[in-house]
């Protein structure tokens, strides 16, 4: 059982950074690939990026893709999602997951955080 917990979500202006952190419980982190997904309320939970366990391969959602950057650092057990040029429509709870292989559907993932929430304001 690997848990996951986010932090670093908050309240930033439209333009601005943010990053947010992942921390997983167990050394076997770095046997998973894993992910950052975000929700709105009302809606699905959506896919935003992956990375594969050893930080070779990552994917990026389009509407994400050249301003946010998914890393890890295995020998702390945490991931990170580097967030820039923050738009409105990034408000989200954004929350990180564990998969066995590197994967874009939720349906791969099978640990989840909390989650965090992200605001951007206009």
């Known amino acids: 059982q690997v848990q996951l917990v986010e932090s670093g979500g908050g309240l930033v202006q439209a333009g601005g950074s943010l990053t947010l952190s992942c921390a997983a419980s167990?050394?076997?982190?770095?046997?998973?690939?894993m992910g950052w997904f975000r929700q709105v309320p009302g809606k699905e939970r959506e896919f935003v990026a992956a990375?594969?366990?050893?930080?070779?391969?990552?994917y990026y959602a389009d509407s994400v893709k050249g301003r946010f950057t998914i890393s890890r650092d295995n020998t702390k057990n945490t991931l990170y999602l580097q967030m820039n040029s923050l738009k409105p429509e990034d408000t989200a709870v954004y929350y990180c997951a564990a998969s066995p292989s590197l994967a874009v559907t939720i349906a791969s993932y099978v640990y989840w955080g909390q989650g965090t929430q992200v605001t951007v304001s206009s």
């Open positions: 167990e050394r076997t982190f770095s046997s998973y690939a």
């Open positions: 990375i594969s366990w050893s930080n070779y391969s990552r």
